[in-house]
């Protein structure tokens, strides 16, 4: 997977090249491109973005730079443009499931109010164009969502997770929001871990890891246990 990033504080996206993934893009896992929009500009003071049409706080970026800069980075290559925005769908595990079977990925980070919207509708007829949201909060601008959305991708690419199953097992996988984990030592300040976790007892573990998987989704998300198909939960799960 090739991933390119166009924003004009490419500083912010430098912990894309840390740890696991600065690991997967040294071992060829995955290419990184990171751009300034301001190399498109080409008056004196590299201006991005002007006063808003209809009037309203702040500016908005201009359209004639973002369009040199995608044309640039896109070239003839297909790719899918991901724009981050508070207005955008929920990025969610699915939407990262699905971008991890795409050979490219182009995100435009946004500053100020956003992007002239005629990027999007002008890019919209090349190929697929996804205006996301990684929560319901607003951010000053693209880079930190993108750096969350590059994350959750990039980790379920082959080879990228020493433990690939993980991937699969993690929370929201199953629909399920992941329950309480435990190391050594087996007593912590007076607080002791599960007795059914070192019964070896594999059966009796998985379901007490089920119910607490359960337990705690119906604590915290019921919205979760209400989007599980029918069939998600079984007898012994109901009986939670
Ligand atoms: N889930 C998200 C995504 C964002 C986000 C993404 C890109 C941009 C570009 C600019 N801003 C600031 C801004 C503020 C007010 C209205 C519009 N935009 C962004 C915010 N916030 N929260």
Redesign the pocket.
């Known amino acids: 997977m090739r991933i390119d990033v166009v924003t004009i504080f490419p500083g912010y996206l430098a912990p894309l090249r840390e740890a696991l993934l600065g690991r997967a893009i040294e071992a060829g896992l995955v290419e990184l491109g990171v751009h300034d929009l301001r190399d498109w500009t080409h008056d004196v003071h590299q201006a991005v973005d002007d006063s808003p049409y209809g009037g309203g706080p702040?500016m908005v970026m201009r359209p004639q730079v973002w369009g040199e800069a995608l044309d640039a980075v896109l070239g003839e290559e297909p790719a899918r443009l991901v724009?981050?925005?508070?207005?955008?769908r929920p990025f969610t595990q699915a939407t990262a499931q699905a971008w991890a079977a795409e050979e490219r990925l182009v995100f435009a980070?946004?500053?100020?109010?956003?992007?002239d919207q005629r990027v999007v509708d002008a890019y919209a007829d090349r190929g697929p164009v996804d205006e996301v949201?990684?929560?319901?909060?607003?951010?000053?601008?693209?880079e930190v969502?993108v750096l969350v959305m590059v994350e959750a991708v990039v980790r379920l690419l082959p080879g990228v997770l020493g433990n690939p199953v993980s991937a699969q097992e993690d929370s929201f996988s199953d629909g399920l929001l992941e329950g309480p984990a435990y190391t050594r030592p087996v007593s912590w300040r007076g607080l002791d871990v599960p007795d059914v976790l070192r019964s070896g007892n594999h059966a009796a573990i998985a379901r007490w890891r089920r119910d607490r998987a359960l337990e705690r989704t119906a604590a915290r998300r019921p919205d979760l246990l209400d989007a599980l198909p029918p069939d998600a939960l079984d007898r012994a799960d109901r009986a939670f």
């Open positions: 702040g724009v981050p925005t508070p207005a955008g980070c946004g500053r100020y109010e956003g992007i949201s990684i929560g319901d909060y607003v951010l000053v601008g693209g969502a």
